[in-house]
């Protein structure tokens, strides 16, 4: 060990910037997670980025390595006490998603903006009925089948224009605009696609 290296260890252990948390940190860190956890479900990246945004609020002067070994001392409870657990996260996305009529594509960048990766958030929405989901959509927004006015041409693009923006592709907004209510109930309660 170089005498720079230790001389430079020292500066920042005088300065309270240790490398290693605190009992009191690890204390901290454990009671937030087992809180945060306990509210609801996280995923990986979300207990590690509330915990680590939080450690810099509450500990004056806190290094970057405390914050990183807090950050990943708050996963590793999660996963040891079975709180934490990105598949499963995915799976109950995917279905609240679906049934508050979210295509399958926006469902999926949804799942990978919360830190979810790529290919458990593809597994996760491999089930998800975009045909069903576009419905739910249209029910909730009062669009094709459960429209309460005549459409013309400034509603029929409104309503096609929505469709897109939920990521639903134009065969199917197209399909939902066109259908009757009947058709659409049928296919909410499974008689038929």
Do not use: C
């Not at 060990?1 to 690890?26: Q, V």
């Not at 499963?88 to 996305?93: L, N, R």
């Not at 013309?152 to 259908?179: C, H, I, P």
Request: aromatic residues 6%; hydrophobic residues 35%.
């Amino acid at each position: 060990m170089h005498d720079s290296d230790k001389e430079g260890r020292d500066k920042n252990e005088e300065a309270g910037l240790s490398p290693i948390p605190t009992p009191r940190m690890l204390s901290w860190t454990r009671n937030s997670a087992a809180y945060r956890l306990g509210k609801q479900m996280h995923t990986e990246k979300q207990l590690s980025d509330a915990i680590a945004r939080k450690a810099r609020e509450k500990f004056e002067g806190i290094s970057e390595e405390q914050v990183t070994a807090l950050s990943a001392f708050a996963v590793a409870f999660g996963y040891d006490n079975n709180a934490l657990d990105d598949v499963a996260y995915a799976d109950v996305a995917t279905r609240s998603g679906q049934q508050s009529g979210r295509s399958r594509r926006a469902i999926s960048q949804r799942l990978v903006v919360k830190g979810i990766d790529r290919e458990t958030a593809t597994a996760a929405v491999a089930d998800v009925d975009d045909l069903k989901a576009a419905i739910i959509l249209a029910r909730k927004r009062a669009f094709g089948p459960f429209r309460k006015v005549a459409p013309d041409d400034k509603r029929k693009m409104k309503e096609l224009s929505a469709f897109a923006r939920g990521g639903f592709a134009f065969e199917t907004g197209r399909r939902v605009y066109d259908m009757t209510r009947d058709e659409a109930e049928e296919i909410l309660r499974g008689d038929r696609l």
